[in-house]
């Protein structure tokens, strides 16, 4: 009788303790007002002598917002880049000869394909495009995050009035080793 009076008041002290309000472990959620972010935050970046994926992976995570402490996956909280230098992005091992860029025309035999070497002799902006799109999310948000990136072949670029700052890239490994 002793036990199951005891289990009992064991069982009403943790019901007490469960139903009181959790103050250490709330949740952040951003609420409509949040989701409006007129003061984005703009970044540029030289890619001379930077590693293609590690440089298109440190983008992407500033595009979509995840260095931020209110980071949501479903909200554009994420920042706009500015690439400068696209044509001295480097790849490392023999990619420059052996990585294929593909595209189709619809039609058909529409389909060309090109080595990276080709493709940055025509369009350097495309190659650090395409890295950063495969890395962003899919579908609304990414084709909405996308739009954040502004890539350009030399040093020059029209965004000085946003006054960018520096990426901090602080992995060693994404610049090219001589």
Known sequence: MKSKKKKKLVLQIIYSFCCLEDIWNETWYPKVADHVNTDKSWYIVDATNKILGGLASTIAIYIGGKNLATYTPNVDKGAFVIVVNAEKVAVSGKKRTQKLYRRHSGRPGGMKVETFDQLQQRIPERII??????????????????????????????????????????????????
């Open 129 to 178: 495009e395409h890295a950063v799109r495969g890395m962003l999310p899919k579908g609304r948000l990414g084709k909405q995050l996308f739009n954040h990136l502004k890539v350009y072949e030399g040093p020059d670029h029209p965004h000085d009035a946003q006054k960018p700052t520096e990426i901090p890239i602080r992995d060693e490994r994404i610049q090219k080793q001589r």
